[in-house]
T-cell receptor
Framework: EPEVTQTPSHQVTQMGQEVILRCVPI?????FYWYRQILGQKVEFLVS????????KSEIFDDQFSVERPDGSNFTLKIRSTKLEDSAMYFC?????????????FGPGTRLTVT | GEDVEQSLFLSVREGDSSVINCTYT??????LYWYKQEPGAGLQLLTY?????DMKQDQRLTVLLNKKDKHLSLRIADTQTGDSAIYFC???????????FGTGTLLAVQP
């Protein structure tokens, strides 16, 4: 069964460093998403991406964040200068385009620890 | 803004039914979802319901929607120890694809 994959599973970085989180969405999906879950808090939407551009973003997704689909398979989230409060589990998801329930399928997540 | 709330913890005995409840505030919700998260794993889509339905059954899972009260529930029949996980309610409303998640309910199944 096709699935969303994410690498790395755990990333430790120092405050101020840049990180890139990687995702491979399900191959025939056209919508891509990033969510995050800070420990003990709700899963929060960050951004959605379709047709090579951002279709929606939350207030969390400020200038420090960017997304890219550098080739036909990968979807990346870059945090330019990490802060302690960026420590969280980051989930990538993908869905079919079109009307209907937009079933979003999630990857296993990348745990980002900023020290 | 939109908000989704769930109770934090539910404990049941193996073989019993579990009922996990969720309330939401967005009256323009179009689809409501249940996701399952096992320890160390991602979010697994279990089922969803369209807002003009009041019930959906899928094997051991039954989803009930009371749109007037903005109340959603997930019933798991014959609960097994493998059902132990965190269950998240989520909704999508209006002209958006972003999921709004609840706090998650930890289901503990006692043998």
């Amino acid at each position: 069964e096709p699935e969303v994959t994410q690498t790395p599973s755990h990333q430790v970085t120092q405050m101020g460093q840049e990180v890139i989180l990687r995702c491979v969405p399900i191959s025939n999906h056209l919508y891509f998403y990033w969510y995050r879950q800070i420990l003990g808090q709700k899963v929060e939407f960050l951004v959605s991406f379709y047709n090579n551009e951002i279709s929606e973003k939350s207030e969390i997704f400020d200038d420090q964040f960017s997304v890219e689909r550098p080739d036909g398979s990968n979807f990346t989230l870059k945090i330019r200068s990490t802060k302690l409060e960026d420590s969280a589990m980051y989930f990538c998801a993908s869905s079919d385009y079109g009307q209907g329930p937009h079933e979003q399928y999630f990857g296993p997540g990348t745990r980002l620890t900023v020290t | 803004g939109e908000d989704v709330e769930q109770s934090l913890f539910l404990s049941v005995r193996e073989g019993d039914s579990s009922v996990i409840n969720c309330t939401y505030t967005d009256s323009s919700s179009t689809y409501l979802y249940w996701y399952k998260q096992e320890p160390g794993a991602g979010l697994q889509l279990l089922t969803y319901i369209f807002s003009n339905m009041d019930m959906k059954q899928d094997q051991r899972l039954t989803v009930l929607l009371n749109k007037k009260d903005k109340h959603l529930s997930l019933r798991i029949a014959d609960t097994q120890t493998g059902d132990s996980a965190i269950y998240f309610c989520a909704e999508i409303g209006g002209a958006t694809n972003k999921l709004i998640f609840g706090t998650g309910t930890l289901l503990a199944v006692q043998p």
